[in-house]
Protein backbone atom coordinates (compact mmCIF):
# COMPACT_ATOMS: atom_id res chain seq x y z
CA UNK A 1 0.00 0.00 0.00
CA UNK A 2 1.03 3.65 -1.02
CA UNK A 3 2.87 5.01 2.34
CA UNK A 4 0.59 7.42 3.47
CA UNK A 5 1.97 11.10 6.33
CA UNK A 6 0.28 9.99 9.48
CA UNK A 7 -3.30 11.71 9.67
CA UNK A 8 -3.46 13.68 11.91
CA UNK A 9 -6.86 13.74 13.08
CA UNK A 10 -8.39 16.06 15.17
CA UNK A 11 -5.20 17.20 16.93
CA UNK A 12 -5.31 20.78 15.28
CA UNK A 13 -6.94 23.40 16.99
CA UNK A 14 -7.57 27.41 15.72
CA UNK A 15 -8.60 30.25 17.93
CA UNK A 16 -9.62 33.51 16.39
CA UNK A 17 -10.12 36.62 17.89
CA UNK A 18 -12.59 38.67 15.66
CA UNK A 19 -12.48 42.38 17.37
CA UNK A 20 -13.47 44.21 14.90
CA UNK A 21 -16.83 44.93 13.53
CA UNK A 22 -16.60 46.66 9.82
CA UNK A 23 -17.78 45.10 6.82
CA UNK A 24 -13.79 44.27 5.47
CA UNK A 25 -12.88 43.05 9.10
CA UNK A 26 -15.76 40.39 9.14
CA UNK A 27 -14.68 38.53 6.02
CA UNK A 28 -11.34 37.52 7.02
CA UNK A 29 -12.67 35.90 10.12
CA UNK A 30 -15.97 33.87 8.17
CA UNK A 31 -13.54 32.56 5.64
CA UNK A 32 -10.57 31.77 7.88
CA UNK A 33 -12.97 29.71 10.26
CA UNK A 34 -15.09 28.23 7.47
CA UNK A 35 -11.47 26.83 5.47
CA UNK A 36 -10.82 25.68 9.05
CA UNK A 37 -13.63 23.82 9.02
CA UNK A 38 -13.79 22.46 5.69
CA UNK A 39 -10.31 21.56 6.66
CA UNK A 40 -11.22 19.36 9.61
CA UNK A 41 -9.59 21.63 12.24
CA UNK A 42 -11.67 22.00 15.62
CA UNK A 43 -12.84 25.85 15.71
CA UNK A 44 -13.37 28.71 17.92
CA UNK A 45 -14.19 32.25 17.28
CA UNK A 46 -14.37 34.44 20.11
CA UNK A 47 -16.26 38.07 19.20
CA UNK A 48 -14.73 40.93 21.34
CA UNK A 49 -15.68 44.31 21.39
CA UNK A 50 -16.90 46.13 17.73
CA UNK A 51 -16.72 42.54 16.84
CA UNK A 52 -19.45 41.26 18.56
CA UNK A 53 -21.56 42.91 15.75
CA UNK A 54 -20.58 40.16 13.29
CA UNK A 55 -22.38 37.56 15.93
CA UNK A 56 -25.00 40.19 16.30
CA UNK A 57 -28.54 38.86 15.05
CA UNK A 58 -29.61 42.62 15.06
CA UNK A 59 -26.58 43.50 13.39
CA UNK A 60 -24.68 41.49 11.26
CA UNK A 61 -26.42 42.00 8.47
CA UNK A 62 -25.66 45.78 8.33
CA UNK A 63 -21.82 46.26 8.73
CA UNK A 64 -20.32 48.66 6.94
CA UNK A 65 -17.07 49.01 5.37
CA UNK A 66 -15.11 52.30 6.90
CA UNK A 67 -13.90 54.86 4.32
CA UNK A 68 -12.36 57.46 6.59
CA UNK A 69 -9.01 56.20 7.69
CA UNK A 70 -8.58 52.74 5.78
CA UNK A 71 -5.67 52.89 3.94
CA UNK A 72 -6.94 50.26 1.72
CA UNK A 73 -9.94 51.78 0.09
CA UNK A 74 -7.79 53.73 -2.09
CA UNK A 75 -6.32 50.75 -4.26
CA UNK A 76 -9.39 48.67 -4.45
CA UNK A 77 -11.82 51.67 -4.76
CA UNK A 78 -10.00 54.72 -6.22
CA UNK A 79 -11.62 56.46 -3.22
CA UNK A 80 -9.16 59.36 -2.13
CA UNK A 81 -9.75 58.86 1.80
CA UNK A 82 -11.62 62.86 2.05
CA UNK A 83 -14.50 61.76 -0.07
CA UNK A 84 -15.21 59.24 2.43
CA UNK A 85 -16.42 62.11 4.41
CA UNK A 86 -18.98 63.51 2.73
CA UNK A 87 -22.32 62.26 3.72
CA UNK A 88 -23.31 58.39 1.49
CA UNK A 89 -20.17 57.42 0.90
CA UNK A 90 -20.10 54.93 3.28
CA UNK A 91 -23.31 53.29 1.77
CA UNK A 92 -22.05 53.59 -0.92
CA UNK A 93 -18.60 52.29 -0.69
CA UNK A 94 -20.55 49.48 1.39
CA UNK A 95 -22.25 48.64 -0.91
CA UNK A 96 -19.34 47.88 -3.97
CA UNK A 97 -18.16 45.59 -1.49
CA UNK A 98 -20.93 43.53 -0.58
CA UNK A 99 -21.44 43.52 -4.41
CA UNK A 100 -17.73 42.06 -4.85
CA UNK A 101 -18.38 39.64 -2.35
CA UNK A 102 -21.29 37.98 -3.78
CA UNK A 103 -19.67 37.77 -7.43
CA UNK A 104 -17.11 35.52 -5.53
CA UNK A 105 -20.15 33.25 -3.94
CA UNK A 106 -19.53 34.40 -0.53
CA UNK A 107 -23.10 34.77 1.38
CA UNK A 108 -23.96 37.58 3.34
CA UNK A 109 -22.63 37.82 7.11
CA UNK A 110 -25.82 36.88 8.81
CA UNK A 111 -26.10 33.76 5.84
CA UNK A 112 -22.26 33.25 6.67
CA UNK A 113 -22.47 32.97 10.34
CA UNK A 114 -25.24 30.30 10.04
CA UNK A 115 -23.35 28.69 7.78
CA UNK A 116 -20.23 27.95 10.85
CA UNK A 117 -22.83 27.23 13.27
CA UNK A 118 -24.13 24.16 10.90
CA UNK A 119 -20.28 23.39 10.21
CA UNK A 120 -19.63 23.27 13.79
CA UNK A 121 -17.26 26.49 14.27
CA UNK A 122 -17.87 27.25 18.38
CA UNK A 123 -18.88 30.82 18.35
CA UNK A 124 -18.45 32.98 21.33
CA UNK A 125 -19.42 36.12 22.59
CA UNK A 126 -16.90 38.07 25.08
CA UNK A 127 -19.00 38.22 28.27
CA UNK A 128 -16.92 41.83 29.27
CA UNK A 129 -17.89 43.23 25.70
CA UNK A 130 -21.52 42.07 25.99
CA UNK A 131 -21.83 43.33 29.84
CA UNK A 132 -20.04 46.88 28.24
CA UNK A 133 -22.86 46.92 25.44
CA UNK A 134 -26.21 45.66 27.36
CA UNK A 135 -26.35 42.25 25.26
CA UNK A 136 -27.32 39.32 26.07
CA UNK A 137 -27.23 35.16 24.90
CA UNK A 138 -30.69 36.02 22.95
CA UNK A 139 -29.28 38.92 21.22
CA UNK A 140 -26.49 36.68 19.85
CA UNK A 141 -27.24 34.25 16.60
CA UNK A 142 -28.37 30.62 18.02
CA UNK A 143 -25.62 28.21 18.59
CA UNK A 144 -23.23 30.76 19.71
CA UNK A 145 -22.36 31.26 23.74
CA UNK A 146 -21.12 33.74 25.80
CA UNK A 147 -17.98 32.92 27.22
CA UNK A 148 -15.36 34.75 29.57
CA UNK A 149 -11.46 35.64 28.36
CA UNK A 150 -10.48 33.47 30.65
CA UNK A 151 -12.29 30.68 29.53
CA UNK A 152 -11.53 31.64 25.93
CA UNK A 153 -7.78 31.02 27.15
CA UNK A 154 -8.79 27.57 28.64
CA UNK A 155 -10.46 26.70 25.13
CA UNK A 156 -7.15 27.93 23.29
CA UNK A 157 -4.80 26.01 24.91
CA UNK A 158 -2.82 23.95 22.67
CA UNK A 159 -4.29 25.56 19.57
CA UNK A 160 -3.55 28.05 17.16
CA UNK A 161 -4.74 31.58 17.50
CA UNK A 162 -5.37 34.53 14.82
CA UNK A 163 -6.18 37.84 15.63
CA UNK A 164 -8.44 40.25 13.78
CA UNK B 1 -4.13 -6.95 -0.09
CA UNK B 2 -6.06 -4.06 -0.46
CA UNK B 3 -7.80 -2.63 -3.35
CA UNK B 4 -6.06 0.80 -2.62
CA UNK B 5 -2.22 -1.34 -3.09
CA UNK B 6 -2.72 -1.01 -7.00
CA UNK B 7 -3.79 3.21 -6.33
CA UNK B 8 -1.54 5.78 -6.80
CA UNK B 9 -1.87 8.65 -4.38
CA UNK B 10 0.01 12.17 -3.76
CA UNK B 11 1.55 12.89 -0.63
CA UNK B 12 -2.12 14.58 0.93
CA UNK B 13 -4.18 11.18 0.15
CA UNK B 14 -5.29 12.22 -3.03
CA UNK B 15 -5.38 10.19 -6.32
CA UNK B 16 -3.32 11.34 -8.88
CA UNK B 17 -5.27 9.89 -11.55
CA UNK B 18 -8.64 10.42 -11.44
CA UNK B 19 -9.74 8.17 -14.18
CA UNK B 20 -8.76 5.02 -12.25
CA UNK B 21 -11.50 5.68 -9.56
CA UNK B 22 -14.08 3.52 -9.21
CA UNK B 23 -16.77 2.51 -6.32
CA UNK B 24 -14.77 -0.11 -4.79
CA UNK B 25 -12.01 1.67 -4.38
CA UNK B 26 -14.20 4.74 -2.95
CA UNK B 27 -15.00 2.41 -0.36
CA UNK B 28 -11.60 1.52 0.38
CA UNK B 29 -10.67 5.13 1.18
CA UNK B 30 -13.88 5.57 3.11
CA UNK B 31 -12.77 2.73 5.26
CA UNK B 32 -9.13 4.46 5.88
CA UNK B 33 -10.18 7.77 6.73
CA UNK B 34 -12.87 6.04 9.35
CA UNK B 35 -15.96 6.30 7.27
CA UNK B 36 -18.60 3.65 6.16
CA UNK B 37 -20.40 5.06 2.57
CA UNK B 38 -24.48 5.40 3.16
CA UNK B 39 -26.91 6.39 0.61
CA UNK B 40 -25.93 10.24 1.51
CA UNK B 41 -22.52 9.63 0.85
CA UNK B 42 -23.20 8.98 -2.51
CA UNK B 43 -25.17 11.52 -3.32
CA UNK B 44 -22.24 13.77 -2.19
CA UNK B 45 -19.89 11.57 -4.03
CA UNK B 46 -21.79 11.28 -7.63
CA UNK B 47 -21.93 15.52 -7.66
CA UNK B 48 -18.58 15.73 -6.84
CA UNK B 49 -17.86 13.16 -9.74
CA UNK B 50 -19.86 15.37 -12.13
CA UNK B 51 -18.63 18.28 -11.15
CA UNK B 52 -15.10 17.22 -11.88
CA UNK B 53 -16.49 15.95 -15.34
CA UNK B 54 -17.99 19.24 -16.54
CA UNK B 55 -15.43 21.72 -15.14
CA UNK B 56 -12.32 19.44 -14.10
CA UNK B 57 -11.99 21.03 -10.67
CA UNK B 58 -13.11 19.48 -7.39
CA UNK B 59 -16.61 21.01 -5.74
CA UNK B 60 -15.97 22.39 -2.45
CA UNK B 61 -18.25 22.40 0.45
CA UNK B 62 -20.75 25.17 -1.05
CA UNK B 63 -20.61 23.77 -4.44
CA UNK B 64 -21.81 20.90 -3.33
CA UNK B 65 -24.62 22.30 -0.86
CA UNK B 66 -25.80 24.71 -3.21
CA UNK B 67 -26.38 22.34 -6.13
CA UNK B 68 -27.32 19.04 -3.65
CA UNK B 69 -30.06 18.76 -1.03
CA UNK B 70 -27.49 17.60 1.19
CA UNK B 71 -27.20 20.86 3.80
CA UNK B 72 -24.27 21.62 5.32
CA UNK B 73 -24.73 20.21 8.28
CA UNK B 74 -25.55 16.96 6.74
CA UNK B 75 -22.60 17.64 5.09
CA UNK B 76 -20.09 17.60 8.17
CA UNK B 77 -21.78 14.96 9.73
CA UNK B 78 -21.17 12.75 6.75
CA UNK B 79 -17.70 13.31 6.64
CA UNK B 80 -16.89 14.89 9.68
CA UNK B 81 -12.80 14.97 9.21
CA UNK B 82 -13.64 17.82 6.88
CA UNK B 83 -15.42 17.98 3.57
CA UNK B 84 -12.94 20.43 1.99
CA UNK B 85 -10.96 17.57 1.67
CA UNK B 86 -12.72 14.48 2.77
CA UNK B 87 -15.32 14.53 -0.32
CA UNK B 88 -12.19 15.06 -3.02
CA UNK B 89 -10.16 12.17 -1.42
CA UNK B 90 -12.84 9.99 -1.46
CA UNK B 91 -14.35 10.60 -4.67
CA UNK B 92 -10.70 10.04 -6.38
CA UNK B 93 -10.12 13.72 -7.38
CA UNK B 94 -7.57 16.55 -6.53
CA UNK B 95 -7.79 18.82 -3.37
CA UNK B 96 -10.42 21.59 -4.15
CA UNK B 97 -9.25 24.94 -4.84
CA UNK B 98 -12.07 27.02 -4.01
CA UNK B 99 -12.03 29.33 -0.29
CA UNK B 100 -15.55 28.52 0.72
Known sequence: MTELPAIKKGTRKLSIIASKGSLDMAYPVLILANAARMAGIETHVFFTFWGLDIVNKKKMNKLNVAMVGNPSMHPMFHIPTWIGAIPGMVWLGTWMMRREIAKLDFPPVGEFMEMLVDAGAHLYGCKMSMDMMKLTKADLIDGAEVLGAMEFMEISEGGQIIFV | ?100
Open chain 2, 1 to 100: MSILDTVKFDAEGFMTDPKAWTKEIAEAIAAREGMTLTERHWVVINFARNFFQKGGESPTPRNITKNTDVSTKELYELFPGGPGKLVAKVSGLGKPHGCI
